[in-house]
Nanobody, 115 residues
Framework: VQLQASGGGLVQSGGSLKLSCAASGRILSISATGWYRQAPGKQRELVAVITSGGRPTYVDSVKDRFTISRDSAKNTVNLQMTSLKPEDTAVYYC??????????WGQGTLVTVSS
């Protein structure tokens, strides 16, 4: 199974983008689905995650600006980003974790926020 992330691009500060991540097949026993990001020269960090029960968690820096959602029927997970800031600039990766310990990563999509 492969994850395909899309929706990145260049946006001005204060703007919005919606990232989507689609799985090429069905992944069984998903425990959580999330979005990570990695800015130049920095470590990859968790941005948002949604559990199999539907509970979302966000890193403090994106709370009230980003919303994670999933569509299980379509095998997709989305990240709606609003009020974007230059510090949100990074490559964003989607991630799926299973109860069996497997982890799947998307290829990354670049988000650039200009000031």
């Amino acid at each position: 199974v492969q994850l395909q992330a899309s929706g990145g691009g260049l946006v001005q500060s204060g703007g919005s983008l919606k990232l989507s991540c689609a799985a090429s097949g069905r992944i069984l026993s998903i425990s959580a689905t999330g979005w990570y990001r990695q800015a130049p020269g920095k470590q990859r960090e968790l941005v948002a995650v949604i559990t199999s029960g539907g509970r979302p968690t966000y890193v403090d820096s994106v709370k009230d600006r980003f919303t994670i959602s999933r569509d299980s029927a379509k095998n997709t997970v989305n990240l709606q980003m609003t009020s974007l800031k230059p510090e949100d600039t990074a490559v964003y990766y989607c991630n799926v974790a299973t109860y069996h310990g497997s982890t799947f990563w998307g290829q990354g999509t670049l988000v650039t926020v200009s000031s």
